[in-house]
C-alpha cells in the first residue's frame, strides 16, 4: 500500500486529482468509481479545475440512500451528478449510481453486470468512515460480500446527520457495492481527511485483517493508494513512509 500524506485538504485533493488525471490520460475511456463523503470532494474539484477530457469515461457510483428520490438534495445519485458528472463532462448516459427499490428486495446482481459489462472498474476512488466502513459495508460485513441493501449503523447514521435536517430524516438503510465487489477494482484510490478518521485509518493500515474493521480489506489489495492529510495520518506507526 502506497500512503501519501498532504499538508491540508486541498493538497490532498491535488495529489489524488493527479493521479487519477494519469489514468484517464493513459486509457480516456477509463471506468471511474467515485465516492460521495465530503474528503473526495477536493478530488473532484481539482479534476474539474484540470480541463481534462472526460468524455469518454464511465463512472458508477459506490452507494446509495434507499428511500430517497434521486433528485433529493442529499441522495447519492443528486451527488454524483452534480458534484462529479456535471463538471467533468462525464455523460449521463455514462453515469450510473445503484438504486434499491423501497421494500429494500433489489437484487445488487444487476448493478454488478453493468459493471461488468462497463470491464470492471480500472480506479475506485474510496473514503472510510468514522467506524471503518468502506461504501456503506457496515463492520461485520462480509470480505466477499456483493452489491446489496444494508441497514446502516446508528453510528453511520449520526455521521451524516449534518447534512440532514435532523437524525430522523437519515436513511436508515442504503444500498452498497460489496467488499467483494470493491476488490476487483484495478487500483483502489483512497482519501481520508481529518482527525475523527484518524482511528479508523490507523485500524485499517495497521490493525489485523478483520471483518469488525471493513477497511482493514485494504492491506491486502495489490493497488492501493492511501491518499491522507495530516490529521488523518496523525496515528499512523512511523513505520510508514511520508
Ligand atoms: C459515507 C459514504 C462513504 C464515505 C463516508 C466517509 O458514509 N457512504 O462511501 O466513505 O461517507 O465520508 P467523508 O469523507 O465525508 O467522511
Redesign the pocket.
Known amino acids: 500500500m502506497e500512503i501519501i500524506v498532504t499538508e491540508t485538504l486541498d493538497s490532498l485533493g491535488a495529489a489524488a486529482a493527479d493521479l487519477v488525471l494519469a489514468q484517464v490520460r493513459t486509457k480516456p475511456s477509463t471506468v471511474l468509481g467515485v ?6 470532494l477536493p478530488v473532484y474539484e481539482h479534476l474539474a479545475l484540470a480541463g481534462a477530457d472526460f468524455s469518454a469515461v464511465t463512472c458508477f457510483a ?2 446509495e440512500y434507499v428511500g430517497l428520490p434521486a433528485e433529493h438534495e442529499q441522495s ?1 445519485a443528486n451527488i454524483v451528478r452534480h458534484r462529479v458528472a456535471e463538471p467533468l463532462g462525464i455523460t449521463p448516459e455514462n453515469t450510473h449510481v445503484p438504486r434499491a427499490s423501497e421494500d429494500n428486495s433489489l437484487d445488487g446482481g444487476d448493478y454488478e453486470d453493468l459493471i461488468r459489462l462497463a470491464g470492471g472498474i480500472d480506479l475506485q476512488v ?5 467506524n471503518g ?4 459495508n457496515e463492520p461485520g460485513s462480509t470480505f466477499d460480500s456483493r452489491t446489496r441493501v444494508i441497514p446502516l449503523t446508528l453510528d ?1 447514521r449520526k ?2 446527520a449534518r447534512f440532514f435536517s435532523s437524525l430522523d430524516n437519515v436513511p436508515t438503510h ?1 444500498i ?1 457495492q460489496g467488499l467483494g465487489t470493491i476488490m476487483e477494482a484495478r487500483h483502489l484510490l483512497v ?4 482527525i ?2 484518524a482511528t479508523a485509518v490507523r485500524s485499517a493500515v495497521d490493525g489485523p485483517v478483520i471483518e469488525e474493521v471493513p477497511a482493514s480489506i485494504l492491506q491486502t489489495h495489490p493497488n492501493v493508494t492511501m491518499v491522507l492529510d495530516e490529521a488523518a495520518a496523525s496515528l499512523l506507526s512511523s513505520t510508514h513512509a511520508r
Open positions: 465516492a460521495t463523503g465530503s474528503s473526495p459506490l452507494d447519492y474510496l473514503g472510510i468512515g468514522r466502513h468502506l461504501a456503506f453511520s455521521a451524516n442504503a452498497t482519501v481520508v481527511s481529518g475523527a478518521k
